[in-house]
């Protein structure tokens, strides 16, 4: 198989919003987005899929120095050897692959936010690092652009957060910050027991704010010159920002199911957004 092949599957296998977004890039581009996307997943599942942290931190380890000698013209994973012949043409660093490493290196690290400062430094590296990588891959030339793609960036991972916290309290991780968690006196316990309550909604009508509100910063710090070029980025955000508007709507019963759109629904949006520019 080669590095292409790989990557390709990688990506499709994930079932990711993103892998829609990507149909509509022209081919060097989304080769592109395509190995850096599949890196991401990579190092992800290392901390998703394997269950003794020692061997999780072993195999970041092993990362880490895959993408240093890539960056020095030796990759010896087909992801790298998929990613490092775009890299120069799109201004892909080693810093930014390191970045999601650190931050996957978090998940190992702890398990709770004590404020909502951490939990953005985190949203930092594993979203807001991602998102600069893939706007300069779409076509960036304004320096704004960078500032919108780090904000929509969070914005996504915030959504993330309130679909999956059923999910990532099953692995004994609550993302919501503590100090939240005390503002609306809901205990770690009733999330991790799947305990549903008016505080819990509340807490959960919370955190869907500060995600809107982070969609609307996004979009207008986006400049003029560069919004053709990062439609790509608004289809990921519309198949998103739909998805948290499904879950509002099933009044935030994320604690036992994880909501998802249908691949057909997201194909959708992803062609609406395509034929209205937004």
């Known amino acids: 198989m080669t590095p292409e092949r790989y990557v390709q599957d990688k990506t499709a296998q994930s079932g990711s919003s993103f892998y829609y977004a990507f149909l509509f890039l022209p081919p060097p581009r989304r080769a592109a987005i395509t190995a850096f996307y599949a890196f991401c997943r990579e190092v992800d599942d290392v901390v998703d899929e394997v269950s003794d942290p020692g061997v999780a931190a072993t195999k970041l380890a092993w990362w880490r120095k895959e ?34 490493i650190d931050g996957c290196q978090m998940d190992l690290d702890q398990s709770r936010y004590l404020d909502y400062a951490g939990l953005a430094h985190y949203c930092h590296l594993v979203a807001g690092v991602v998102g600069e990588v893939a706007s300069s891959i779409f076509g960036r030339t304004e320096v704004q652009t960078t500032a ?32 939240e968690l005390k503002q609306f006196d809901v205990k770690a316990q009733e999330i991790l027991n799947r305990g549903y309550s008016e505080r819990f909604t509340a807490l959960m009508k919370f955190q869907a704010e500060r995600a809107h509100r982070s969609y609307d910063e996004a979009f207008a710090l986006l400049p003029t010159a560069d919004q053709r070029a990062q439609k790509p980025g608004v289809m990921m955000a519309n198949i998103y920002r739909t998805l948290l508007r499904e879950i509002e709507a099933d009044n935030f019963q994320v604690l036992h199911q994880r909501t998802s759109l249908t691949p057909l629904r997201k194909l959708w949006i992803a062609m609406r957004t395509n034929w209205r520019g937004r």
């Open 67 to 100: 993408v240093v000698t890539a960056f020095v013209g030796q990759p010896s994973h087909p992801v790298t050897k998929a990613l490092m012949p775009h890299a120069a043409a799109y201004d892909i660093r080693a810093e930014h692959l390191l970045a999601v």
């Open 148 to 179: 919108y793609a780090h904000k929509l960036g969070l914005a996504m991972q915030l959504t993330n957060i309130i679909r999956d916290v059923g999910d990532d309290a099953r692995r004994g991780r609550i993302y919501l910050p503590v100090s």
